[in-house]
């Protein structure tokens, strides 16, 4: 396996746990330095290196939540030719979705941003996150759920449970 495939889906978990790019790349930075220390707890017959580096990065970031409230989203728009109105939509729904998505709680947060970003088979994500696969599933039915709800302003012909 090709340790540069895996940099940026890493980095992009981080980035979705955490919320900050500083965040996100120290995390990246100790998963592959955890990979060179003479203790490594990897294990080949135990786990695919993917698996294992998911869950040191999944660790690394609920450590540094869990230290500080996620910081608002440090990305600056940048143009790509669309009107002036469609970006301010735009960046407006990315914003709502990337705080919904933080306001979700921790376990479908997770699973969440592994199933629907990070493109991982439920049973990878059971295993990382130390569950069954019904679990994993419930998760992700619940936060699709309150995406549903927290988001229903931004999609026209739905409507907010009451």
Known sequence: MDLDSLLPPLFRFAYRMTGSTADAEDIVQ???VELLRPGCSYDPDRTPLRTY???VVRNQALK???KRQPSAEDTSP????????GEVL???IEAAVA???????EGQREALILAHYEQMP????AKLMDLEVGAVKSRLQRARGQLKETLAAYAP??????
């Open 122 to 125: 439920l049973a990878e994500i």
């Open 99 to 105: 705080r919904a998505v933080t306001q979700l709680p």
């Open 90 to 92: 735009r960046n407006e």
């Open 30 to 32: 100790e998963c592959f």
């Open 157 to 162: 012909g739905t409507e907010r449970r009451r």
């Open 78 to 85: 940048v143009w790509d030719g669309r009107s002036p109105e």
């Open 53 to 55: 580096l998911f869950g």
């Open 64 to 66: 540094r939540i869990a």
